[in-house]
């Protein structure tokens, strides 16, 4: 009788790691391409001229491996991050030495699995040393006021409130966090506009930064900042609480069981008490 060339265990080994790389190739959705966007600077803005630090960011559900800048068109310039399968999002911040003049700045990420989604762009002036001064002198003179003229009072700033995360956060599509997906991810340390609150006061819902979907995240994991002074939930001022019903807990499928028909039992026999 022939006998097998492999021993049991050296068989057991084999399944174990074919079922390991099975589980990590599963997590890619294909349907999707990595999204970027740019941070810094802000399209529309205006910088004074040399070193200026980039902030770019990509999420990817398979991971990012690269991020592709363009600077006016030119080259592009490929810089390796380091994201693994499951990360939301990776950070990249790379120096820039930009000179005077309008410039566009164009940020690709590049999947782990070599997908790209659309560049993110970002047009910015950068002022030269003659425009910075023109525009510091401005600041600085005051507007001359006929004496006779009334000095209005200035109207004061109005109130801002944020939040910002304790930690890096799950924006969950619902209030239940263990019963709704994840639909984007708030970072911790970073600002973001609040959308409402539920009527409960537990929960804050946002606009995905990423993707743009409505998601709650717990008051518990995040700091209510008014005007950049930490607050209590109970001290949010009125304006500013719009109260959203959070969405219904889905219902579970539930599998149907077979429940056999009853059969018939016969009727016992009557039995005379002796009375008519």
Known sequence: MMRSAFHRPTLLAIVALALVLAACTGNADPSQTPVTWI???????????????VRVHAAYGAGISQIELKLDGGEAQVLAVSSVADDLLVTLTQGFDFQPGTHTLEARGIGSDGAQGEAAVAVFTVLGEAERAQVEVEAASPTPT???????????????LFAVPLQNSNCRLGCQASLFDIADTLF??????????????????????????????????LELQLNGEAIPFEQVPEAFLSYISCPATPTPTLTP????EPSDTPTPPQCSDGID
């Not at 399209?43 to 630090?53: C, D, I, M, R, V």
């Not at 006929?146 to 801002?160: H, K, N, Q, R, V």
């Not at 069981?257 to 056999?260: E, N, S």
């Open 188 to 221: 911790e340390g970073e600002q973001y506009e609040i959308n409402g609150f539920s009527p409960d006061g537990f929960f804050a819902q946002f606009i995905g930064p990423a993707t743009g979907q409505r998601c709650w995240v717990p008051l518990s994991l």
């Open 39 to 53: 941070d810094k600077p802000l399209n529309g803005a205006s910088l004074p001229a040399g070193l200026y630090e």
């Open 257 to 260: 069981t077979f429940t056999p």
């Open 146 to 160: 006929a004496s006779s003229t009334p000095t209005e009072t200035p109207t004061p700033a109005p109130d801002e």
